[in-house]
């Protein structure tokens, strides 16, 4: 039977309050070490995504737009309409499957690595402090005094290039919902002319600023519901961020000359290092918490402590509480393969649809109410309406055929294109001979080009005397 955890502290009392229930301020340590630095890369990576991407264009398209307020989508260039809304709610619904099989089998790494809650707290305000107020000893000490100039310039700066910063990332926001040309004119405009948006982007800049000088890691521990969930989502081959305390315990401080085996003293030297970095505080070794992001930096700080003591890395590593209590190294179970293998095929199926998304959209119905017409030439006619969906950014000209008989299609009007991002109505006559008419109710199939490519072939019936 794997030994218990003797350490049970953390089940009377959250690490981010007090005795007296009051909020303990976390004072961070930055973290060091080579999953750090892939973090950095991944997080800077992510960052200039956010504000490159809004100058990005494809076919003279944004490359990204979520104009709610106008109902204008346009992912990778292409304009999604409300035509499309089954590819979104395919979209959706694969979207909540992934999150549910990629965190049973992999946790929350998500949070710790792509969050934007994570990425701007630690890769930019977080930085941002420790460069004006020094090392968290150093912000303990400032916190601690009283209002002197010293404290006073360094709040200045951090509060105000805090709320610059918030600022900023709500007009990149902004430029995801009204195009980046929109949010340009209107930063050149005065700010009377664009008041209401103004005061709505001054208030969301605000909650922002709240959210990251305050409220902090209490966003992932108690706020959000993907947060939340993670109680019914992990289960015991779950890969989460986990203290091999098999191999840790019995902790104990490290003595000169000492022999731990005999002693029977575990790898864990109880330096605290892995709790001092934390960003939600807690020490991972009282087993998977709730509040563990999965950042790895105790994985990082425990690391380089083991190269001290001269003992191998991975006290605190990426594996399943099965794997660490049955000493198994199989991190791969044939479940978690089964899981991966559907995220993949999920994934297929919905790059799959959205590739077989047309870019113009042909409904034809045969005007109800109304039967043939005789026409000239020993010739019968049907009559038909239409909707030409565009859905591009261009013009295109557009025209019939019947494909499957002899015939010819008559548009009442004039030759027409289908407007750039427009829909387009109408009506045409669809002629066929008398010799084609070989029942009162004849399949005929009506061909819908743009310019000269065969965008859809639509199967409609076609009335004849008897
Ligand atoms: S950093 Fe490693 S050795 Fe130090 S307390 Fe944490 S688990 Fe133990
Ligand atoms: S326990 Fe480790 S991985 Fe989890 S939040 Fe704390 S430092 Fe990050």
Not at 230 to 257: C, F, H, M, W
Not at 360 to 380: H, K, V
Request: charged letters at 20%.
């Amino acid at each position: 039977m794997a030994p218990k955890n003797p350490y049970t502290g953390y089940r009377d009392q959250l690490t981010t309050l007090n005795e007296s229930g009051k909020r303990r301020w976390l004072y961070a340590q930055q973290p060091k070490g080579k999953l750090y630095n892939y973090r950095n890369i991944v997080s800077y990576t992510l960052l200039t995504l956010l504000f490159a991407i809004p100058f990005i264009k494809l076919n003279g398209e944004p490359f990204l737009l979520f104009n709610i307020l106008e109902r204008k989508f346009i992912l990778f260039g292409v304009q999604f309409w409300p035509q499309d809304f089954h590819l979104f709610l395919y979209s959706m619904i694969t979207l909540f499957v992934f999150v549910v099989l990629f965190t049973v089998s992999y946790g929350r790494i998500w949070c710790g690595w792509a969050c934007p809650q994570t990425v701007f707290l630690e890769f930019i305000f977080r930085r941002i402090e420790y460069l004006i107020e020094g090392t968290p000893a150093q912000q303990r000490k400032l916190n601690a005094q009283s209002m002197n100039f010293n404290k006073f310039w360094r709040k200045t700066l951090k509060l105000s290039l805090f709320y610059a910063i918030c600022f900023s990332i709500t007009n990149a926001f902004l430029s995801y919902i009204i195009g980046i040309d929109q949010l340009l004119e209107i930063m050149k405009a005065p700010i009377s002319d664009h008041s209401v948006g103004f005061t709505v982007a001054v208030l969301f800049s605000t909650v922002m600023f709240f959210v990251f000088t305050k409220l902090r890691e209490q966003v992932c521990t108690m706020i959000c519901p993907y947060g939340r969930l993670q109680g019914v989502l992990l289960d015991s081959n779950t890969i989460v961020v986990a203290y091999d305390y098999k191999r840790g315990e019995e902790r104990a401080p490290l003595e000169a000359g000492e022999d731990r085996e005999e002693d029977g003293k575990g790898d864990c030297i109880d330096c605290y290092q892995c709790v001092d970095v934390c960003p939600t505080g807690i020490d991972v070794r009282d087993g998977t918490q709730l509040e563990c992001i999965n950042c790895t930096a105790c994985i990082d700080e425990c690391n380089s402590v083991m190269d001290w003591v001269g003992k191998p890395r991975g006290l605190i590593r990426f594996d399943s509480e099965k794997n660490i209590a049955e000493g198994n190294k199989q991190k791969w179970p044939v479940r978690k393969i089964a899981y991966t293998v559907v995220l993949c095929i999920l994934l297929a199926v919905v790059a799959m649809l959205f590739s077989s998304r047309t870019d113009l959209e042909a409904i034809i119905l045969r005007t109800p109410g109304l039967m043939y017409q005789a026409q000239e030439n020993d010739s019968i006619s049907n009559m038909y309406s239409f909707k030409i969906v565009n859905k591009t950014n261009a013009a295109t000209p557009i025209h019939f055929k019947i494909m499957n008989h002899e015939g010819s299609i008559k548009v009442i009007g004039e030759a027409f294109n289908a407007g750039a991002s427009a829909i387009k109505e109408g009506v045409f006559f669809a002629i066929l001979p008398q010799k084609e008419i070989t029942s009162d109710n004849i399949p005929i199939t009506i061909g819908v080009y743009a310019d000269t490519r065969l965008i859809e072939e639509v199967e409609l019936t076609f009335v004849g005397p008897n």
